[in-house]
């Protein structure tokens, strides 16, 4: 058996969320924090780390920030363009199948959930790097400009990320450790 | 009084999510109703709420309501989708379906 | 002032949701009708916590959260396998 290290980068995550979650800066309360914050963090080895690091890859910090301005942004056109949609009462559901180019499991998951908060379209299922996106308005050329809508705006950020973690900095402290590069 | 001009904004949110349930015939445009209109208003409360409080205590937990809030309620409408789909309710469908 | 009109349109609209989660035709309808009124029921104890300026009602908020979304979950899911009849 080999020894069980844990990761400090885990464990300085889950002692800030306790913090934030209790604000409460009593001696106690801190070392309760920590004790949990070290049995979670052993426990979850193989889960979420491995010895060679992060099992997920995490974007980098600035980069969530950034996706996150522009996905409120989003949200609010769609909504505004929604409230016009429900005043007119008109609506053609479709079914488009759409081809990402990553495989990255974690960028799908956030690329799929961007899809659900935007533009009048709700991903419905995903295998492989595909997904089943439902749209309400017929766009009339077979759903290529929802495909080349989310290409631009959301799929964009993410990819520029990776070439980032790939060639600049492993050491950030929402980047993953090195080991496990993109195939 | 920025927080007052964000909640009546909310308002006209709320108001279109309960009309517009019952305006569609079809049951996917009332899910994408629901989906949409009804984060938008999550945002924009918890936004005018953040804004009065200022920079506080208060404003962390809000801030991590509106991060939870952000996360879930896509992934519960997925399923929503996802279970009518694979159940075999019709896209196109008008009247009742 | 504004809390409290936002509270009372909310409690409102959460009733009018109801009578979709009443007569709607399918389970799906029902079910979203109980996401809408989960999702109000957070936005309510923001708005009550955030008036009577006490900080334990978020906590109460989060953990509503957090109910709501395994609920909605767990039934849909239960759902798409066929419910009780397999």
Known sequence: ????????????????????????????????????????????FGIYYDIKGFKIKIPRFTVLIQYSLRLICEIYKASFF??????????????????LSTTDPLIITIIANSITLTPGTITIDSYDNKLLVLSIENDGEFGKSIERNIKDKFESILLRKDENIVSTDNYGPYSCSNGNNLN | MIYKILLI??????????????????????????????TAASITIIAALIIRAGISQFSIKLLLILLFLMVTNPISNHVLARSAYLNGIEVKKEGKG | MFLLITMVLIVVAMVITS?????????????????????????????YGSYTDNIHVLDVSIAYGIIGFLTITLLSLFISRGGRQK
């Open chain 3, 19 to 47: 009578i979709r989660m009443i007569i709607g035709p399918t389970v799906w309808d029902r079910l979203l009708a109980l996401n809408l009124i989960s999702a109000k029921t957070i936005l309510l104890l923001t708005l």
């Open chain 1, 82 to 99: 929604h409230i016009f949609r429900i005043i007119k009462k008109e609506y053609a559901p479709m079914i488009v199948e759409i081809e």
């Open chain 2, 9 to 38: 904004i909310s308002w006209i949110y709320v108001i279109f999510g309960v009309i517009g349930i019952f305006r569609f015939n079809n049951m996917y445009a009332r899910l994408l109703t629901g989906s949409k209109i009804d």
């Open chain 1, 1 to 44: 058996m080999y020894k069980k290290k844990i990761s400090y980068r885990l464990f300085i995550v889950l002692v800030i969320f306790w913090i934030m979650f209790t604000l409460d800066f009593s001696m106690w309360n801190l070392i309760a924090g920590v004790i949990v914050s070290y049995i979670i963090s052993r426990l979850s």
